[in-house]
């Protein structure tokens, strides 16, 4: 099975926002990093067979410090459809950062 994530993972090689770059992880997940962001967005469609779209924003000791199911159905979802939802979660993960929402004692 080929899963949603691998078929959007080409399209969105070349794709920066805001200086967020994606990367195709070796698990199949979707990963969205920036120099320096001490976060990493996870944004994978049909994540282990998810009819969904999990999200996950993890800090740089892969903590898990955010997460959420999108119900979107990940087999329709196009390229211009799926930057649609990264570009806000992106834009939120550097407004939590410059106020240190997510730090873990």
Same mark, same amino acid.
Not at 42 to 58: A, F, N, R
């Given at each position: 099975? #080929?899963? +949603?994530?691998?078929? &959007?993972?080409?399209?969105? /090689?070349?794709?920066? #926002?805001? %200086?967020?770059?994606? !990367?195709? %992880? $070796?698990?199949?997940?979707l990963d969205?990093? $920036?120099? %320096?962001? +001490? ?6 469609? %049909?994540?282990?067979? !998810? +009819? ?10 892969? $903590?898990? =410090?955010?997460? &959420?199911?999108?119900? *979107?159905? @990940?087999?329709?979802? *196009? *390229?211009? @459809?799926?930057? /649609?939802?990264?570009?806000? &979660? &992106? @834009?939120? /993960?550097? /407004?939590?950062?410059? =106020?240190?929402?997510?730090r873990v004692?």
């Amino acid at each position: 099975m #080929i899963y +949603p994530a691998a078929l &959007l993972a080409p399209a969105l /090689a070349a794709v920066t #926002i805001d %200086g967020w770059t994606v !990367d195709f %992880g $070796r698990s199949g997940s979707l990963d969205w990093s $920036r120099p %320096g962001s +001490p976060y990493i967005v996870s944004v994978t469609p %049909g994540w282990e067979g !998810d +009819p969904g779209v999990p999200v996950q924003i993890m800090d740089d000791e892969g $903590r898990i =410090v955010f997460g &959420l199911d999108l119900d *979107t159905p @990940a087999e329709t979802l *196009t *390229t211009e @459809a799926y930057l /649609a939802i990264v570009a806000p &979660l &992106l @834009a939120w /993960a550097d /407004a939590v950062q410059s =106020v240190g929402a997510f730090r873990v004692s």
